[in-house]
Each structure stands twice: as C-alpha cells, then as structure tokens.
C-alpha cells in the first residue's frame, strides 16, 4: 500500500496544442478510494494511464509511495490495473487467468495457486476456477479480472470504467462489491468513471475534470453541498441542479417576484445578476403568484416522490447549461401524492438555506 501524488503531471499528445490532461495536482491517501470522475474526453482515463505508466509525462512528476515513477516502466510501479474490457486469456482457466502474472514473474506453483484461491474465496469465484471466460457471465468475468490484481499484492488498483459492459442491476450489485472489497483490503484504488452517481457511491473522494483540468476535488458529500463552480454544480447530482442567471436586489436575489435574502458580503463580489443553483429536492413549489412561473411539460412519478419537468414562462430566462437545440428543463421534486397536472403553471423558489450563488463570467462560487 502506498500514497500517490499527481505533481503538476500533464500530457500533450503528438500535434494537439491542448494538453489533454493539465498540470494535474491530486495527493491521495494510503488506502484511500479516489474516484476520477468527468464528461467523456475531460482526461481521466489519460490521467490514470499516466500513472500507469501506459502513458508519457511531459511535464510534471508522479509519486507512488516515496518513489518517483515518472519515467518508471509500468512493471516497475508495483500497480495492478482492471480494465473495462476484462482483457482475460479466452483459452485459459479462470485460475490460470488469475495467476498469470504471476507465472510471468517466476513465482513457485504452490504460492501461485495459494494466493489465486485466497482472492476467489474473497470474490466468490472458487466454484468458478476451472471454468473457461466464455462460461462466465459479465460480472464474473469482471470479478476474474478483479481477482487477477488482488493475487498480485499490489500497491495500487487502478481501475479504467470497470462496470461499463454490465447491465444497469449488476452494476449496481457490483459497485457495491468493489467498494465493500477495497474497504477490505484497504490498497488504495484509483477508480475512473464517467457515471456520477459511481462517483457518489463508491469514493472516499472524487476528483472531477473537465477538459484536461482539475475542478474539483473533496468527499462525496462536500462536492454536493459546496460545488466549487457552475461546472462541478451541474454535473453532481441526479437529477442535475437547476441553475439560472437572475437580478441582484439590495439584499439577496430575485427568483421571478419572490426575493431571496443573501448576504451583502457575498453580492458584493458579484454584478448586477449571478447564476444562482438550486436542487431539486430545495425547490419550493407554490400554485399562487410567488416565485418564478413555471410551465410543467412532464412529471415523473417515483411513488413517493415525484420529478417535475418544466420550463419558465418567460421566455427571457432560460436555464445555465442548455443542450444545443433545446432548452434545459426546470426540475422540482414534489409530493408523490400531490403532484401537478402537465401543462399545469405552478410557481417556484429556492429554499434560502440551500442557495447556491455563483459568479455570473467567472462561474466561480460566491456561497
């Protein structure tokens, strides 16, 4: 086990004037479960072959531990890495799979076949051992290509979108055991993902990228209650955060005709409008003339709760992070016993203990 630290590391393909990943400062623990996390092509799976060693660093240093890797090879970092395509041997046994590096690496039979059973006892695999992969479902093949890094004892897992070829209910079921096993065995694991709701689950912390830069990083928790910048606001969170550009009043904000109090300190820093985030389960949902009008096109029924879809009737205000072509919809969380009828205009507001306000050029959080 072993710390890891990203010095300023940064990677710039052959002819690309942009870095594809941009002097990238992490320090992760040991032990630790950091999940990198970002929209496709933001650099996170270039930033983990970086580490790897699978993957030049132009600039910049990588630490493993007390050691600096940059120049290392890949075999002589001492990480195992679990990729999205299992990679296994089709014409060898699960055990061979497993212990193949091992095997490579001069290791006697008996320790081989000792370490191999001690991580498919772990992985649950040990009716499995003589079986080929094409025997295997998906998620015993990925639990294979798990156990093929846990037999090697190394100092870091680096996993690439392991959980991406599986079905949405043995993902679920499998983000769970890898998370529960990396408790275990306590290795610090650098896991990179494009699903946020991953990232929410699964780490100890999450880094978020976008395009090549880091934005963010802090605990689960911290990264939904203190989004650094409109960027990491609208990406964390299912269903995404609202945010809208509104007028700045003496004392707070105006949300439509309903005004919210904000400190002086904070909208000094601002102009004359910021982009205010609020998440859905914050909204206030009113039917008399208080708040900003909304139109409700869709409404999205849970049970016990329900997902309101809309959009503001003005036709002035439109919402941060529109697609290209279409308008980004309002979404309030309401009463699933109590919900509005579509096409129905209902008023809405932030609740004042849970507004986010960020600067309206820079993005950058005011509070």
């Excluded at 799979?97 to 006697?108: Q, T």
């Amino acid at each position: 086990m072993a710390t890891v630290k990203f010095e300023g590391a940064t990677r710039i393909y052959p002819g690309n004037d942009h870095p594809s990943v941009d002097k990238l400062d992490i320090d992760i623990a040991d032990g630790e479960f950091l999940v990198v996390v970002g929209p496709s092509g933001c650099g996170k799976s270039t930033a983990l072959r970086m580490l790897a060693g699978l993957e030049e660093v132009n600039e910049g240093r990588i630490w493993i531990g007390d050691r600096d890797v940059t120049n290392l090879s890949p075999k002589d970092r001492d990480v195992a890495m679990v990729f999205q395509n299992y990679a296994l041997y089709p014409h060898m046994s699960v055990a061979d799979n497993m212990g193949f590096a091992l095997k490579i690496a001069g290791v006697e039979k008996s320790e081989i076949r000792k370490r191999v059973e001690e991580a498919a006892k772990i992985l649950d695999l040990e009716p499995y051992l003589e079986r080929k992969p094409k025997a295997l479902s998906g998620g015993q093949r990925q639990r294979v290509a798990m156990g093929r890094a846990i037999v090697r004892s190394p100092q870091v897992f680096l996993m690439d979108e392991p959980l991406s070829n599986l079905d949405a209910k043995l993902r679920v079921q499998t983000r769970t055991q890898i998370a529960s096993l990396q408790r275990r065995l306590g290795v610090t694991t650098v896991y990179v993902t494009h699903d946020q709701v991953e990232a929410m689950t699964m780490g100890d912390r999450i880094a978020l990228l976008k395009d090549g830069l880091l934005q963010q990083v802090a605990s689960p928790r911290e990264m939904y209650d203190r989004p650094a910048n409109v960027f990491v606001a609208g990406f964390i969170g299912s269903p995404a955060m609202n945010l809208i550009t509104v007028p700045v009043t003496e004392d707070g904000v105006k949300f439509g005709s309903h005004k919210v109090e904000v400190e002086r300190g904070v909208l000094s820093r601002a102009g004359s409008h910021v982009i205010v985030g609020v998440r859905p389960e914050d909204v206030q949902v009113r039917t008399e003339d208080d708040g900003l009008e909304i139109e409700v096109d869709v409404v999205e029924e849970l049970g016990a709760d329900a997902y309101v879809y809309g959009r503001p009737v003005a036709k002035e205000i439109t919402l941060e992070g529109s697609e290209e072509g279409g308008e980004r919809p309002f979404i309030a969380r309401v009463d699933g016993r109590n919900v509005p009828e579509k096409g129905q205009h209902i008023y809405v507001f932030p609740n004042a203990e849970h507004l986010h306000v960020f600067h309206q050029e820079t993005g950058e959080r005011l509070a």
